[in-house]
């Protein structure tokens, strides 16, 4: 009996990427197209759904997102594939048990062989990927204050300022959902839950100079 094909949910927003790497998935002899899907919404249900060996995932798609979502005790395994390597996010859904990340410079049959090695129980960082992990580790070693990317520490000095959430997105360019979960993984890190304990806290730390 030949083995059973490595069940395939890919998820991206970007049609002309979508279909090229659905293609490439479509013909690889070890892989199975499981579902395709476009938005975040649902998205960590969908997987618990369909229950795929691999979900492959485009960054812009996590926003807060749970790194696996489990179903019947099982979990299917996280390959990011990030347009814009964010050191805060690769690193943080890596340490919440993501299986791999590629940069979407790799090629579709990158991303194929990625596929098939976390599939196997393995984890995989493509050069960029690895570049970001390896400075976001050393800067994490150098100070036992808490590690804030540059978009956190921009929205930390507009949340100082009084600024609110969609007045941050507009200032930055960003969706309000996006900033407002920046905002949550500040809190996280400062160890607090609201805007003005947050502040308090910056300043405590010499986060805001």
Do not use: W
């Not at 618990?48 to 996590?62: G, I, K, M, N, Q």
């Not at 196997?120 to 070693?141: F, K, M, W, Y």
């Not at 805007?195 to 100079?209: N, W």
């Amino acid at each position: 009996m030949p083995p059973a094909p490595i069940r395939v949910l890919l998820a991206d927003p970007h049609p002309l990427f979508r279909n090229g790497l659905e293609r490439a998935i479509g013909r690889h002899p070890m892989l199975e197209l499981a579902l395709v899907v476009s938005a975040a919404e649902g998205l960590c249900a969908t997987v618990t759904e369909v229950r795929p060996d691999v979900a492959v995932v485009d960054s812009e798609l996590l926003h807060g997102a749970p790194s696996t979502c489990t179903a019947d005790g099982g979990s299917a395994r996280l390959l990011l594939l990030a347009g814009r390597l964010d050191p805060d996010q690769i690193f943080g859904a890596i340490q919440r048990g993501a299986a791999g990340c590629l940069s979407k410079d790799a090629t579709a049959d990158d991303v194929c062989r990625a596929i098939v090695t976390v599939a196997s129980g393995g984890t995989l960082l493509d050069g960029p990927a690895q570049g970001v992990v390896g400075s976001e580790i050393r800067l994490r070693g150098r100070d036992d204050r808490p590690l804030l990317s540059p978009r956190e520490r921009e929205i930390l000095v507009l949340i100082a300022d009084g600024r609110t959430a969609p007045k941050i997105a507009g200032d930055l360019q960003l969706s309000t959902a996006t900033v407002k979960t920046r905002i949550l993984h500040l809190y996280e890190k400062l160890g607090v839950t609201e805007r003005a304990a947050a502040v308090a806290e910056a300043m405590r730390r010499g986060l805001l100079e």
